[in-house]
């Protein structure tokens, strides 16, 4: 490893982190639901906790991991035992649902390189610090939060083709009233989750103060493309409010116009009692 790193570069304060490794493997796991960092930390001795919000622990050698409060954990090379014994402390204090495998997603950082720089297949620093382990496991969890947002969206989509291809080849709702309400309360229910995420857009905290940390998360969410992910989603979202909006107008529609054949039907029973009754009358 390098010298420590000058405490003060880019007038933030700048806290080196010691690692056996050079190469370092990271992997970003994703749950549903936030996690509640307090309560995690509490679970650990004080020397293991690096940071608060961001969770950061150090665990043995070159190992970190690092737990968002949105859902995400991100490892740094941590073997598989370790990642499932932080996973499985995880479920245990907050009854969560074990992590969803489709939503995972790895990175390579390089230590000791000649600058800070992100390529196609992994990420150079200069030297690694806390800000740095904080900056890129923010990027990174925001990105398999991303993913989950965006599986969601692909099934929102998948469940209402078949009513979109109906009103396409017969200009009617064929389906049940009952099946219309399901989907636009999934996707109604999908789209108040990626609400609630959207924050996943606003820069860290770390980079407001710092240009290379600025600089190092820009080149990252570049490299992710995680304003053209967003932008994709968002007009998928706008999509699926505008096929809501429809699909409620219509059943709206529906259920007027039977009301109406009703009122008829109603009509047409009293008339034919009011007959039967007046010629009954004669006999």
Sequence with gaps: MNDAPDPHAGGTLFTPVRVEARRLELRADYYSSPIDLGVLKARYPPFQVLSA?????????????????????????????????ILEEIQLVTKLDPPAREVRDALVVLVDQAEDRVNFRDVWLKDLTLEHIRIISQTLGRSVALKQCELSVTQALTKTTPIV????????????????????????????????????????????????LSRLHALLSDHLDIKKRLSALHEKMEFLSDLNLMLLTLLQNRTSHRLEWIVILLIVIEVAFSFVHFFSTFH
């Design 53 to 85: 919000d961001p969770l950061v622990l150090s665990l043995s050698k070159s190992a970190h991991v690092v737990v968002l409060r949105f859902g995400a954990v991100v490892f740094w090379q941590c073997e598989d035992s370790e990642c499932a014994d």
């Design 165 to 212: 291809q109906a009103l396409r080849d017969r200009g009617a709702l064929t389906s049940s009233e009952r099946h219309i309400l399901k989907t636009v309360g999934f996707t109604l229910a999908v789209k108040e989750t990626i609400l609630a995420k959207l924050g996943l857009s606003d820069d860290p905290a770390e980079t407001w103060d710092s240009e290379r």
